[in-house]
């Protein structure tokens, strides 16, 4: 009887092999995706505490040593002055442009870079007479509108009242 020499592959067997290296390939595709996105959404998640800390500390600022406090005929506070970002006449408060960016007297309070990957900023804020204290929510949101993160704080103020 003669014997057949196995060197090599048979086409079945090296077709098996491929099926094998191509499902592990196709595995880790998709692993890699999920990866980055997750990814992704952590990194947005953590630029949003840390611009809504920023935004906190820069307006908590901005309110300490606001000047005089305007309010319109309902009693509901419509600006102050800044010392630092108003005019002689300036009754700003604290606005939001196209862009999510938070403003006081058309003045941007932070840079641009301080919004990375489209992040956008609000802020409102309150104030109480007969505590002269000022309540003040910041809540940061994604491009499509989804609140990443948000604080509320209470700010004091030594203003007079015009």
């Given amino acids: 009887m003669k014997q057949k020499k196995k060197a090599g592959l048979t086409m079945v067997e090296l077709l098996c092999a491929l099926a094998v290296l191509l499902l592990v390939a196709a595995c880790m595709v998709v692993g890699v995706s999920l990866a980055v996105r997750s ?7 953590s ?3 840390v611009l809504c800390a920023t935004l906190q500390t820069t307006v908590s600022d901005e309110l300490r040593y606001s000047g005089t406090l305007f309010y319109d005929q309902t009693g509901r506070l419509t600006g ?9 006449d300036a009754k700003d408060g604290f606005q939001t442009d196209e862009n999510g960016q938070i403003l006081l007297g058309g ?3 932070l840079p641009k870079k301080a919004y990375p990957h489209g992040l956008r900023a609000a802020v409102t804020v309150d ?3 007969a505590t002269r204290l000022f309540s003040v929510t910041v809540t940061v949101t994604d491009a499509q509108g989804a609140e990443l993160s948000s604080t509320s704080f209470i700010a004091p103020s030594e ?3 015009a």
């Avoid at 102050?80 to 002689?88: A, D, M, T, Y």
């Fill in 47 to 49: 630029e949003a505490q």
């Fill in 80 to 88: 102050f002055f800044s010392q630092e970002h108003g005019g002689e």
């Fill in 159 to 161: 203003a007079g009242v």
């Fill in 107 to 109: 003045t941007k309070l």
């Fill in 127 to 129: 104030y109480d007479r």
């Fill in 39 to 45: 990814y992704d959404r952590s990194l947005a998640s």
